[in-house]
């Protein structure tokens, strides 16, 4: 999201009820992402849950990927280990195969296997994604690379 400010303050345009199936999955994950941003678990938990109670057991692909790291960021924000560390394979077993845009979900990842598994499988973790994994050229956001800082 980067600038969650201008991102609620332009959500009102978007959150008109296109018919589009892609339309009704994006907007509840814009929200989720807003308040994973802000640190805020309670409401990422309430922009997600019913989006989640409707897709999660036949989610694949990214929408999985998605849904395991929202789990995921919402246990570490809450300070739940056992759930997060629950969540961990199962989000690892999402970047079995490539799939686009998967940057939450892989910082969500590093975030757990530095908790968990120390900050050098963090740091394994984030350059096999970045450099092998990732289709995108752009920079990934800073709270990935910061995984591969050599001062980290």
Not at 5 to 21: I, K
Not at 31 to 57: I, K, M, N
Not at 75 to 80: G, I, K, R, S, V
Request: proline fraction near 5%; charge should be negative; hydrophobic fraction near 45%.
């Amino acid at each position: 999201i980067g600038d969650v400010a201008e991102a609620r303050r332009l959500m009102p345009a978007f959150d008109v009820d296109s018919g589009s199936a892609v339309h009704q999955l994006a907007i509840p994950l814009y929200r989720t992402a807003c308040a994973l941003e802000e640190r805020d678990p309670e409401a990422a938990r309430s922009a997600f849950s019913a989006l989640w109670a409707r897709v999660g057991d036949t989610a694949d692909g990214l929408l999985r990927a998605r849904g395991v790291a929202i789990r995921a960021h919402i246990a570490l924000l809450e300070h739940d280990d056992d759930a997060a560390r629950e969540l961990l394979p199962k989000l690892l077993e999402c970047f079995a195969t490539r799939v686009n845009f998967m940057d939450h979900p892989a910082y969500v990842a590093a975030q757990c296997l530095d908790r968990f598994h120390g900050r050098d499988a963090a740091t394994s973790f984030v350059r096999h994604f970045v450099e092998v994994y990732r289709f995108e050229r752009w920079t990934p956001r800073p709270e990935i690379m910061q995984y591969l800082d050599a001062d980290a």
